[in-house]
């Protein structure tokens, strides 16, 4: 069964700096593609990035490209969103999700970006 | 990019009825479009994906149709538990869009 562990969320003030992690169990990780998806509070989904089965492709939404990079480690079967320049708007719920056609989602990590 | 356009914004209907969402697509994304499921306060699950393939494990009242540049969620039969808000999204090309959602409520 996929199971995807998100972790590093927290308070944040404008401008500055946050990891989040995601930690996958019970597939293959390096065989898959895998995105962030974000949602803001009481707003819709909004897709963040992608990274291809390497690592070696990334894609990123236009509001965040520039300052959000997004890694992989295949032989921790993690994943990494490194965010800089944090933004009030960038509060949100981050999600790890399985696939580029968004298969599974993990329980997300909150966030918030406030002075 | 590629932008998705749901309609209606938010629906109420009696159980039973028959429920449709659209979903308008900006461009031509042939038939890479997914449609999810978000309970409150729950993580969304996907539904669809490739405009009509059902997800293992999910109803069969749910089903899926369109190509191109529109594409319909149809609930045959809406019952209590599908009260939710109801998302598509584009797997064509990047970035992905999300529509902006749907929330079906039961009368």
């Known amino acids: 069964e996929v199971h995807l562990v998100e972790s590093g969320g927290g308070l944040v003030p404008p401008g500055g700096s946050l990891r989040v992690s995601c930690a996958a169990f019970?597939?293959?990780?390096?065989?898959?593609?895998m995105t962030w998806v974000r949602q803001a509070p009481g707003k819709g989904l909004e897709w963040v990035s992608y990274?291809?089965?390497?690592?070696?492709?990334?894609?990123?939404g236009d509001s965040v490209r520039g300052r959000f990079t997004m890694s992989r480690d295949n032989a921790r079967n993690a994943l990494y969103l490194h965010m800089r320049s944090l933004r009030v708007e960038d509060t949100a719920v981050y999600y790890c999700?399985?696939?580029?056609?968004?298969?599974?989602f993990g329980q997300g990590t909150l966030v918030t970006v406030s002075s | 990019d590629i932008q998705l356009t749901q309609s209606p914004s938010a629906m109420s209907a009696s159980v039973g009825d028959r429920v449709t969402i659209t979903c308008r697509a900006s461009?031509?994304?042939?038939?890479?479009l997914g449609w999810f499921q978000q309970k409150p306060g729950k993580v969304p699950e996907r539904l669809i994906y490739?405009?009509?393939t059902l997800q293992i494990g999910v109803s069969s009242r749910f089903s899926g149709s369109g190509s191109g540049t529109e594409f319909t969620l149809t609930i045959s039969s809406l019952q209590p538990e599908d009260s939710a808000t109801y998302y598509c999204?584009?797997?064509?090309?990047?970035?992905?869009?999300f529509g902006q959602g749907t929330k079906v409520e039961i009368k």
């Open positions: 461009h031509d994304i042939n038939i890479f």
């Open positions: 999700v399985k696939g580029s056609w968004i298969d599974d």
């Open positions: 990274i291809s089965e390497s690592g070696q492709t990334t894609h990123y």
């Open positions: 490739a405009a009509t």
């Open positions: 999204l584009q797997h064509f090309t990047y970035p992905r869009t």
């Open positions: 019970g597939f293959s990780f390096s065989s898959y593609e």
